[in-house]
């Protein structure tokens, strides 16, 4: 089953409406509905600048939850064409309005999109109270736009600070455990990670993290161990509730034996060897995906073949929803992949991140990671749409 992130595209038939007057559509969050009114001046909060925004379009959001990270879609390329918006996004800003005045809320440019294209995609939150939401835009002199992903995502890193955020713990298991579990540091790049720039490996990119398995170490998960337990490392942070967990896998290093599985998303109760968990992991020889699963502690792990990925870059999705731990695989990040028939795991809180595991060597070998992001998770994804623009 094929899945697309929720978006809405510039048509043939004008389906955005950029450049047409008329009368604003309305822009609602779950529940709410109503008009949204143009107001003459500058946004409230923070991002608000100098210069003036002339233009402005509804975001009509469909059944999202407060705190929903949901993506919007818009032919930025032909406002950029048109005069209408700078080509860098500085003047592209989502308002939200909630009765008492409009205030810019942050907005992340989306990872695998760009400025000036036809279909740039950006991501913000539905915020906690009902209101309106609209996209603004038109102002020559903007610059410096809210864009935190603190304020967007659960958690989100694209490494190109050169440091390693809190909360990341590197947790071999099984015959990997030659160390303790050692909590990463916030600027911290310690054994098991390099981040570039900072601290760069050998033909590591910038702006992405190296996880290297541990040197002492090798093993598999249970699928092919006759002890039923996980012998892998495991870079992971803790979430609790319904989230979506994401990743993009840049590079692996040349040495991984072939059956090493390096890379992919996986959700553990705990850094235990023989923990209920779920996971898709990518085979380093042929890139060969599976959905690994063990559904009680100490019970034996199933795998699921979940299709091939040759090339690089891969993406890869852990999605949480009540007890349903699902799994889906991208080739772009956008165009997403069910794979696998998940794992139901009831435990509120549990750690999600990156496996590695080297069934045929004990050295050193490592996995690039360019992001991770996590978002609140739905059982459904929402949809949001861009109305007609129309003047400020």
């Not at 609209?134 to 958690?155: H, Q």
């Not at 060897?273 to 502690?297: E, F, I, Y």
């Amino acid at each position: 089953m094929l899945r697309r992130a929720p978006s809405f595209r510039a048509t043939a038939l004008g389906l955005l409406l950029f450049g047409l007057a008329g009368t604003m559509a309305s822009a609602c969050a779950t529940g709410v509905g109503g008009e949204d009114e143009d107001d003459a001046g500058p946004s409230s909060g923070a991002g608000a600048n100098t210069g003036t925004f002339t233009l402005v379009a509804p975001i009509d959001i469909m059944t999202a939850p407060a705190g929903y990270t949901i993506p919007v879609s818009f032919d930025h390329g032909t406002l950029v064409a048109d005069g209408k918006s700078l080509a860098n996004g500085d003047d592209v800003r989502v308002e939200f309005d909630d009765g008492s005045g409009p205030v810019e809320i942050d907005r992340i440019l989306d990872d695998e999109s760009a400025w000036d294209t036809i279909e740039t995609t950006i991501f913000f939150k539905v915020q906690d109270t009902p209101g309106t939401y609209r996209l603004k835009y038109g102002n020559p002199l903007a610059t410096d736009p809210p864009a935190n992903g603190a304020n967007v995502f659960i958690y989100y890193d694209t490494f190109d600070s050169g440091v390693v955020d809190e909360g990341w713990t590197d947790s071999p298991m099984g015959s990997a455990l030659t160390i303790d579990p050692t909590p990463i540091e916030q600027g911290g790049d310690g054994p098991p990670i390099r981040v570039c720039p900072g601290n760069c490996g050998l033909s590591q990119t910038e702006g992405t993290l190296r996880y290297t398995a541990d040197t002492g170490g090798m093993g598999d998960f249970a699928d092919t161990a006759t002890n039923d337990v996980d012998n892998v490392s495991f870079l992971n942070r803790g979430v609790a509730g319904d989230f979506i967990f994401e990743t993009k896998v840049t590079s692996l290093s040349g040495n991984l034996s072939g059956m090493s599985r390096v890379g992919g998303a996986m959700v553990r109760v705990a850094a235990q060897p023989d923990a209920v968990m779920g996971a898709v992991v990518r085979n380093a020889l042929n890139g060969q995906q599976t959905v690994m699963a063990r559904a009680s502690l100490a019970g034996p792990v199933d795998a699921s073949a979940a299709g091939d990925q040759n090339t690089l870059p891969a993406f890869f999705r852990a999605q949480r929803s009540g007890a349903s731990v699902s799994f889906a695989v991208s080739a772009n990040g956008r165009l997403w992949t069910n794979v696998g028939a998940g794992v139901a795991i009831a435990d509120d809180q549990v750690l999600v991140g990156i496996p590695f595991a080297n069934p045929a060597s004990g050295s050193a070998q490592s996995v690039d990671i360019d992001w991770v992001r996590i978002r609140l998770g739905f059982d459904s994804e929402p949809i949001a749409q861009l109305g007609a623009e129309s003047a400020i």
